[in-house]
Structure formats: C-alpha cells, structure tokens
C-alpha cells in the first residue's frame, strides 16, 4: 500500500488527493453518512472513498445517474445551511440515442438522509417544445467493505456477500461478516422501473413539453444481529421521501431551537457562526444516554472520549445539554478492570468506540478503546465547568461515582511512579504510541529531533489534572465533601509548583512539551504549552511570556497558531501535528490568553481564524490546515485529507468569542459575568438571545466602542443577574 500516510502508525489515511476534489458533499445523520461528489453520485470502488456508511460499514459503494447512458452535464450543486439536504442541478448532453437536444432536459436531484436511510428525489423537467423520450438510469452497488479497510487496511478474509435480489421495485443485497451480524443494503424505486437487474435500473420516460416528472430512490442500512440463521424475508416499509423530509426539517428546528443564538453586525461572521451551529447539529447523534457529537467525517464519525469532551465545552455556553449527553455516554461506558489489549484500566475514560466488523471481530482494537491520556483529566473538568453552568445538582450527583473513579485512576494508573506527574506507554500491541490530542507518532520529540522514549508526561495533561481537581473540589464541596475538597485543592497547588519547576524553559519561552520516561524535558515551542493558560496552571509570569511567544511570526502564521513553531526540530507546515494550524487549538489558547488578562491577544488569534473561514468552502473550518505563513490576496493552505466537517474545530468560533466577552456563570444565584468583554475590530454589534440559566434567560446586545463595550439587557425572563467586571 504504496498510497498510505505513514507517521509511524497503522492508523493514519490513505491519501492519493485532495478530499476537496472528490468528495465536496458530506450528509450525515447519527449512525449514518454520506460522501459524494458534486454530480451527487457515488464512485467509491477501489481507493475511493465515497459511499453511504452506516456504523463505519460501507452500505453503498456506487450509485449513478445516467441519461441514455451517459453522465448528465453538471449545472451546481449545494448543502443547504442546515445541512439537511444535498441539492443537484443538471442538464443532459446532446443525446443520439433520442434526438434530444442539449439542454432541453433539467434534472433535479435532493438527497437527505434520515434514520439510516438515503432518500433521494429525482425531477425530470422538459423545456423543450417537443415530447422528449429518454432513458434513466441509476446504478448501484455495495460493498460492505469496513470503513479501515477503505482506509487501506487489507484482510486476510472477509465475509459472505450474497448476489443482488430483484423484485419488482425493490432490490436487496445481503453481507454476513465475519462477525456473524447480517447487514443488508434495500434500494427502493418509486414508481417501479422500466426494469431492475442486479446493479441496475432503467426508466424508460416520456415527458411533454414543460412536464416534470419525479422519481425516487431509497437506500436502506439494515442489520440483524448475530445469531440469526437466516435474513428476515420481509424487511419493514420504508418512509416516503416527502415524510423523511418533514421529519428531517422538524427534528432539526426542534434542536436548533432550544440552544441559545448568536448575531453580528458582520454578515461574514453571521455565516461562520450559523455554519458551526449546523455542522455542530449533524455531527450530534442522539444517543440512549443523550446527545452526542461525533468528532467529524469520514474518518471519525463516531463517539470520541477526547473530541467529544472539548467540543462539548467550546459549546457549553450556547447549548450546555451536549455536555450532559457527553458526560452521561462517558461514565456508562467508562473502563471497571485492567485489560492492556484495549489500553483499559478502572476509572479511565474512553478514547474511541466502533461498531463495525473489524472492530467487532477485534482485527482493530477500536470497538471500545482506552488509549488516551487525557480524556479521564477532561472528564472530571466537563462534569465540574457544566455544574457550574447549570447548577444540575442531581445529575451530578448521579455521576460522582465516575468522576471519584476518574479521579483514582489519574492518581494511581496515570501516576504509576508516583513522581506527581500523569505519564502514558502503549500497553496493546495494536494501539496508540502517542497518547495525547497529538496522537501521531512524531509528535513528542526532543529539541534535536530524537522521539521521547515512554513513559510520557504531557504538559497540557498536567494542565487538565490540574484543572480537573480544582473543579472537583469545588463539587466535593457542593456535595457536603469538605475534606476531600480540602485535600484536592492541596493537591492541585502541588502540581502547579511541581509544574513550573520542571517544565519551564527559559530559553524557549514556553513550556516544555513533555518529559520523557527519564524525566528530561522536551525543550520544544509547541502550541500543548498554550493549554497550560487555558486551565489557569501556568505562573503569571510565564503566562504574559507565552502570551506573546505564541503570536511570535514563528509561531503565529497570519492565520492561527501552529502546533510547532517554525525552526524547530520536526516542524513542518504540512505535517498532521508538527506545523499546522487547528482551530480547536487555537481557541483553546485564546481563552488561556484571555483568562489571564490577555485578550487583545486572544482577538487576534480569533481574528486569524476568522479570516481563514472566509476561504473554506461554506465558511466551515476543516479539522487544520497547513500553517505556512500567510501571503498577500492569498488565502490559507489547505491539508488534504482534513475531515471536514470536524466537531471540535466547529465548536472552535464559540470557544473565543467566550473567552474574548470574558463570559462565566453563576448557577445558584443565576448569574452572567462578562469580565472585560471585547468584540473584533470586525463586529460592531452582536446579538446574543436565550442565554439561559435554568429557568431563566437573557438577551443581549453587545455593543464595541473605541476602547470598551457597551452591554444592554433587551429581554430577561425569571431571576438573573447580569454583571460586568472592568
């Protein structure tokens, strides 16, 4: 496999081209997504990768539309803002086969998904004087191939495909993995076609001048569990396109509705924000346990511990219900034993969650995997900030028992050495070698280029240990625990002095990256030393340093942060974690900026970002871009196989524009805190409705002036405070 990206591990993309180029349309709908290309038409047989994908199972790898045999010429095609629904226009060639002219045909094509199935209508319109006669084709396949094997994996074996089965307007292809779960891909056509032969079917139309004509095509994701001898004979009637789509469009209002609004006065930022908040909305399955954003498509559309946990809290102040989902789905599913295969141990908070044939038949070790470092520490820190939001006592109480066992694995399985510090080595022989948010394997290195040896103690982890005891603290207290309380704070002063002292570098600015398993330092500038200012560990005086450090030109490109700072050791712009630029980063960095009084800092950080979003397709940040300098009436460089949507990096907007209002809350009694609040030289005004606390909610109208902002209170409802700190 010649066509892999190899940082070292088995679990990185198969890259060839741009995703921009081949897969410009992403649909999805919790379980389920959609990549096609602009004709909305899917070509995902060998290295391709489009397809519809249900639970990271290929369902359908080909559907094409043809007319008389050939491609129709492509007028445009769109997502709507909502995400909701792929729109297609286009028109047919010169067709020799009936004599129809170019351009006397418009074809329309909608497609939206909806409880695991594709729903598409198909419009044929004649503009023409004369009756056209035509012939419609779609084309069809799957391959149930799994989504690692798409990536580039091989297997040695797969599973038993059965042949197409036709039946009058409905054709069925049915996959027994090897995991014995029996998945099955209907394709519904209404009316019935001319003909249906395995793989394809014919409309032989008829259309009068300025006719139009509609058709429609379901694909249907289907499973039986394992253990059933035979497929069902009689699968269960599926929904007609114009009922999918009321109920599509009444499910997505019914969320967007209830979390609060954002507007400016710039039109530009309007479409960022509006953007995120869809992008937000589709990654966000509706789990048992709750909501629960999926860290972003193709790759990683499933639950994250990590992407989850930091998208749902850029997104606590807008909509604090993701983190409830988030935090509920987390402890249910939060590791009780010791198993090295998985990188499980009690208390610790999982890393990634499959549910497809390889990961079921444990050829990846995905199905429920532990290897992360960090997402315990973040767990602990979630539950504390959205009590604080929300004043949700009862949930809280529902979950202490995970957060304590959070809490005991942080002191006892992530400090096995007892140095004060929590470190990470790989412990499966198929996981993860790096174990923080820079998981590739390049990513933690020594000033002169040599990978730090394990056992790894992060900077930006010690930064949420410290960030998860003081916030559990604060709820031991809210839980009658004074003691405990007592001895947390006690332990988080601890690791703050034990912090400074060992990864503080004078000479870089910043703080180390990491120490390695003897203790020494990684003397590198990298973006992880920002966090340290995001939870509040770093000194003062180093704080105001690396304030400035990081909008150093060899750190800040024009554009955002890098994770590595040019000239160092490994630093490349193109590299997925060794020069690039990730929005979620960066907002995590402008609310450390601005915590410790730095918000100007933060503005131009959020001003970079901004002015990256204007040349990305739909205003929608990619998971990073490469950090290469910005240039004059050039935009960003895009990073080839960047998912897109990403759940953290659309979150990332609403992060800084927190940290640059210095907006906090106050449960009990229910209070907003803007701690001199600052607006971008871009936004005049913005509009902020439904900010609730509880029962009660605000509206507010933020206006910028030369040195201040002026804040006014245009609606509240129920007992709350607003107030502003100069």
């Given at each position: ?36 290309d602009?004709?909305g ?11 519809l ?25 769109a997502?709507?803002?909502?995400n ?78 059965q ?41 032989v139309?008829?259309?009068d ?60 930022v ?32 499933t ?36 198993e ?27 199905g ?48 096995r ?6 470190e ?50 604060e ?7 004074p ?22 570098c ?40 690396m ?116 907006l ?35 509206d ?27």
């Amino acid at each position: 496999m010649t066509d892999k990206i190899r940082i070292g591990d088995k679990w990185y993309v198969s890259a060839h081209a741009a995703r921009s180029e081949d897969n410009p349309h992403v649909l999805k709908h919790n379980e389920a997504f959609l990549l096609l290309d602009r004709f909305g038409d899917i070509h995902g047989h060998g290295d391709g990768e489009q397809g519809l994908y249900h639970e990271d199972t290929r369902y359908l790898s080909h559907l094409e539309l043809l007319i008389d045999g050939v491609r129709p010429m492509f007028l445009g095609s769109a997502v709507k803002e909502d995400n909701s629904l792929l729109i297609v226009e286009l028109m047919n060639p010169d067709l020799q086969e009936n004599a129809v002219p170019k351009g006397t045909l418009h074809l329309f094509r909608a497609k939206l998904l909806w409880k695991d199935a594709c729903y598409e209508h198909i419009r044929v319109t004649n503009h023409g004087d004369e009756s056209a006669r035509l012939r419609l084709s779609l084309l069809f396949d799957a391959d149930f191939a799994d989504l690692f094997e798409v990536r580039g994996m091989e297997r040695a074996r797969r599973g038993e495909l059965q042949p197409w089965a036709c039946n009058g307007s409905e054709a069925q292809l049915v996959y027994r993995g090897l995991d014995d779960i029996v998945r099955r891909t209907r394709v519904v056509f209404e009316p019935a076609p001319s003909s249906l032969a395995p793989g394809q079917a014919d409309f032989v139309l008829e259309v009068d001048p300025k006719e139009e004509l509609h058709l429609y095509c379901t694909a249907s994701c289907e499973q039986e569990p394992a253990g059933v001898a035979e497929p069902a004979p009689q699968a269960p009637a599926l929904l007609h396109y114009d009922e999918a789509f009321r109920q599509n469009d009444s499910a997505r209002r019914a969320v967007l509705g209830l979390s609060c609004h954002v507007e400016t006065s710039n039109p530009l930022v309007n479409l960022w924000l509006n953007r995120s908040v869809s992008d937000l909305a589709m990654l966000t399955s509706a789990l048992p346990s709750g909501p629960y954003p999926y860290a972003g498509t193709p790759w990683y559309s499933t639950t994250f511990g990590r992407d989850g946990i930091l998208t749902a809290r850029e997104y606590l102040w807008v909509d604090p219900s993701l983190a409830r989902g988030v935090l509920s789905f987390l402890a249910r599913t939060q590791a009780t034993s010791e198993e090295p295969e998985r990188d499980a141990e009690p208390g610790k908070i999982l890393h990634e969650a499959r549910k497809c044939e390889m990961a079921n038949t444990r050829e990846i070790p995905f199905g429920q995997y532990y290897g992360t470092v960090d997402a315990t520490p973040l767990f602990v820190a979630l539950a504390g900030a959205y009590h604080r939001r929300t004043g949700d006592h009862e949930f809280l109480r529902g979950i202490w028992p995970n957060i304590l066992a959070a809490l005991e694995w942080i002191d006892r399985y992530g400090d096995r050495d007892g140095d004060g510090f929590v470190e990470y080595a790989c412990r499966s022989k198929d996981g993860l070698v790096q174990q923080g948010w820079k998981d590739s394997n390049d990513s933690v290195f020594h000033a002169d280029g040599r990978m730090a040896e394990p056992p790894i103690a992060l900077c930006e982890v010690q930064a949420y240990v410290y960030e998860a005891k003081v916030l559990a603290a604060e709820m031991a207290v809210h839980l009658g625990e004074p003691d405990h309380a007592v001895r947390l704070r006690k332990e988080a002063e601890a690791l703050k002095q034990k912090f400074q002292a060992s990864f503080w570098c004078e000479d870089i600015g910043a703080y180390a990256i990491a120490l390695d398993g003897h203790k020494q330092p990684c003397r590198v500038a990298t973006s992880n030393a920002g966090h340290a200012l995001w939870t509040g560990i770093a000194a003062p005086e180093h704080a105001r340093r690396m304030a400035q450090r990081l909008l150093h030109p060899d750190f800040y490109s024009g554009w955002g942060v890098r994770t590595v700072a040019g000239g160092q050791a490994r630093y490349n712009p193109m590299s997925y974690h060794n020069g690039s630029i990730w929005p979620h980063d960066n907002a995590l960095i402008a609310a450390g900026m601005a915590r410790y009084g730095y918000t100007q800092e933060a503005l131009r950080v959020l001003t970079g970002l901004f002015d990256a979003s204007l040349f990305f397709g739909q205003h929608r940040l990619p998971e990073l871009f490469c950090g290469f300098p910005r240039r004059p009436s050039e935009g960003p460089t895009l990073y080839p196989v960047a998912c897109s949507p990403q759940a953290w990096a659309a979150a990332a907007v609403f992060g800084m524009v927190q940290a640059c209002l210095g907006l906090d809350f106050r449960a009990e009694p229910a209070e907003v805190v803007l701690k001199s609040p600052r607006l971008p030289a871009f936004v005049d005004w913005m509009k902020i409705r439904q900010l609730s606390i509880g029962g009660s909610s605000v509206d507010l109208l933020l206006q910028r002036y030369d040195n201040n902002v002026g804040i006014e209170v245009t609606r509240k409802t129920g007992e709350m405070a607003v107030r502003v700190v100069i």
